[in-house]
């Protein structure tokens, strides 16, 4: 439903979900104007399950000044590694996107018919890579999520947002007057009342609003190592690497902590969740405890991650995993964001669909929700980012084209038991 007009700056608007898009927007609309937001989480961010997260990173943020701007400390986050895309297939449709963007640009990416070319770049890169096609990226890096999602919190804080965590933060369900949301009804039973509530809650949305059609909860397999400091320094100089066939992904060692990170950038796993209101069977991640302590992974993702290093970083593909789990991507069906009103409930605003990308446009991401929010969109990103009705338009999330391997598998119940 379209807000004629603006909505109000002093009625109170609860935020639902402290992750990038929860944070992002709160602090935008904070800077225009809105006095009353409450952001609601399970913990306070940066949340231990969210999508990207570096695990036990010490703080590399310092603030000399207080109002720095956010763009300033973002780009300071950007470690100077670069990005490498290695490909088997020279007509891949996502590069083919993204080399078309980048001519446009007046850039380009330097290429390799035969992969083993950029060990001239890398020297600290032993793989084979020969029987791969690359690209690199001179402008592309890696960003603290943990680091930049601390920072975004103190930020909201620093503006006035108020913050409501642990049982109070738990929203179990949205409040119904009719075609109107009211409110939030939260774990301890309290009900929490809004003029408008912004739903930010990334995979976990389904449990609270039908969405399955237009963004659904996917979790990617992510590993661990801890390195030495002289293995990690080894590997100190190479680029961020993915291989766009496995999807497979890998991070130089994060310098405070020389952990080494793989991931698999991919169509992932889902599973079947009950639903508190009535009942439906949706996929999300675990609501009531973090979904990062158990450290478990369906068996061929293990394995995945480990071919994925024998082929990346072959030195490392034998050391013991230090932690390993599924990360929660919200899938939409073209990797499209979905920032929109509910078309039919009042007082709802809805802003997920991260599709496995979101972070990245952590200092830009508000200002988007926010212009849309207060309908300044222009129509053609409004309607990319349109929530569709369940009815018709695409059920199954392709994504942007970035991923590889396997397709999606639903868990079975007794890999389900162990996330
Ligand atoms: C390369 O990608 C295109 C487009 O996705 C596909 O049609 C073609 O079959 C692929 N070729 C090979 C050799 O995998
Ligand atoms: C990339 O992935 C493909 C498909 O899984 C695999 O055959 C190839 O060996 C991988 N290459 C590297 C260097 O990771």
Request: one cysteine or more; hydrophobic letters at 35%.
């Amino acid at each position: 439903m379209e807000n004629p007009t603006s909505p109000s700056h002093t009625r109170p608007i609860l935020i639902i979900g402290a992750g990038v898009f929860g944070l992002s927007t709160a602090l935008e609309l904070s800077s225009r104007g809105y006095r009353d937001i409450t952001v609601l989480d399970r913990y306070a961010p940066p949340v231990p399950d969210g999508s990207k997260p570096n695990t036990q990173i010490q703080s590399i943020l310092s603030w000399r000044r207080k109002h720095e701007r956010l763009e300033d400390t973002i780009q300071r986050l950007l470690s100077p590694h670069r990005l490498r895309h290695a490909i088997r297939n020279l007509s891949h449709p996502y590069i083919a996107k993204a080399l078309e963007i980048n001519h446009a640009q007046g850039k380009a990416f330097d290429e390799f018919a035969d992969g083993n070319g950029l060990k001239r770049l890398y020297p600290d890169l032993r793989g084979n890579y020969g029987n791969l096609h690359a690209y690199h990226n001179t402008e592309g890096g890696w960003a603290d999520a943990e680091g930049s999602i601390r920072y975004l919190s103190y930020q909201c804080t620093q503006a006035g947002v108020s913050f409501i965590t642990e049982k109070r933060g738990t929203v179990l369900s949205l409040r119904r007057e009719g075609s109107q949301i009211v409110g939030v009804t939260v774990s301890n039973g309290e009900f929490i009342p809004a003029s408008m509530v912004i739903l930010c809650t990334g995979a976990w949305s389904n449990l609270l609003l039908d969405l399955s059609h237009a963004a659904s909860a996917s979790g990617q397999p992510i590993g661990f190592i801890q390195l030495t400091p002289d293995e990690a320094r080894s590997i100190q100089r190479i680029p961020v690497m993915i291989n766009l066939s496995s999807g497979i992904f890998v991070f130089p060692p994060h310098p405070g902590t020389n952990i080494l990170k793989v991931a698999r950038h991919s169509y992932g796993f889902a599973t079947s969740m009950r639903r508190y209101e009535d009942g439906k069977t949706v996929s999300s991640p675990k609501r009531d405890s973090n979904n990062a302590d158990r450290s478990f992974l369906p068996e061929e993702a293990d394995k995945g991650l480990r071919d994925g290093l024998q082929q990346l970083l072959p030195e490392f593909a034998n050391h013991p995993w230090l932690n390993r789990r599924l990360c929660w991507y919200t899938d939409t069906p073209e990797g499209d964001f979905v920032i929109d009103y509910h078309p039919v409930l009042e007082g709802l605003f809805v802003a997920t669909g991260g599709a496995g990308h979101a972070f990245k446009f952590l200092p830009i991401l508000g200002r988007y929700v926010a212009d849309r929010f207060e309908g300044r969109l222009s129509s053609e990103i409004k309607h990319k980012w349109r929530l569709r009705l369940p009815e018709g338009e695409g059920k199954v999330k392709i994504g942007d084209g970035s991923r590889a391997g396997p397709p999606l598998r639903v868990l079975t119940m007794e890999e389900q038991s162990k996330l």
